[in-house]
């Protein structure tokens, strides 16, 4: 054998001793843990959304202009998006965690960010969009193709070098894009629903958000809490203002990209309600790792957080799996 023992003391986020042999017991992060485990409670699988309706409702064109631009643009960033977040804890983040247990976590959200995929390519086929159009969007939309680049760039982090510093600013980076990113997307699909719209792919996104936004937010934000503990001295003013400007360029990215997919006019949104809900994440996220808020912003979204709550009760969500579901996440079920 080549591994060597060590104590659990020893043991650190990243660059602690490695074990291959992934020894979980004793448990040193018991967080990791109870995210894992809510993790398998939120199994779910992109075929028990029935999205016929949806199809039949875009077949017959009850969707305006307006609001199908919105939701073809959603779709593409959303699916792109996780297409990213897939590579980049395979191929970035995941490398560098010295925890068993975390590393499982992230194996585990590396595996959801896959099943978005397959819930994205999904909506795109059973609607009957051009497959080719929505992936390859960014090609005839400047705007999409911009975000995509920042986004992996931002990404793309650790690959210019790594440094302690570097790991958590690119942990950063990850609460932007599951806890700000994804959000005009998911703004968009709830909205359309409050109008008696693609009301399954609604279903679809209730149950991407609480992975995103119910336990790989959470990993990020108790991995940010850990490497302060573990590594406090890295954390100068410096590296705190960098963190900090790093949410504020996320939350104007998606302020503008919010703007543009709604500029053909969908009932209900503006730019300045846009404006207000971005900030407010943008706040809530600097709040939830103990950085000073930037924008002081209310949701003025109300109905939000009620939109984003999967509803069991309704016919026709799943088929056939309702009774065996666990409940779980950070959204309830009613
Ligand atoms: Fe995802
Ligand atoms: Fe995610």
Known sequence: MTEKRFSINDRRLINGPVNNLMQIRPVKYSWAMQLLEQQQNNAWDQREVDLSEDAKQYATGLLTEGNLTAYKKALAFLSNLDGIQLNNLTKNIG???????????????????????LSYAQMIESIG????????????????????????RSSEILGSGFSEENFVKAVVANIALEGIYFFNGFLIFYTLERQGLMRNSAKMIQLIQRDEEGTHLPLF?????????ELPH???DKLIAECRELIRLAAQHEIVWGKYIISEGVLGLTDTILEGFIQSLADKRLEAIGLDILYG??????????????????????????ASYVAGGSLEWD
């Not at 490398?95 to 995929?117: D, G």
């Not at 969009?129 to 992996?152: G, H, R, S």
Request: aromatic share 16%; hydrophobic share 40%.
């Open 129 to 152: 969009f051009d497959p080719d159009e929505i992936y390859w969007m960014f090609d005839t939309d400047p705007i999409l193709a911009e975000k995509n680049e920042y986004i992996t």
């Open 297 to 322: 912003a209310k949701n003025p979204i109300t109905w939000f957080d009620d939109a984003s709550k999967i509803n069991l009760g309704e016919t026709n969500f799943f088929e056939g799996k309702n």
């Open 221 to 229: 934000i108790n991995m940010w809490k850990t490497l302060r503990m």
């Open 95 to 117: 490398k560098y965690i010295t925890s068993p247990e975390v590393s499982m976590c992230i194996t585990r959200q590396a595996w959801e960010e896959a099943q978005h995929v």
């Open 234 to 236: 890295i954390f100068t």
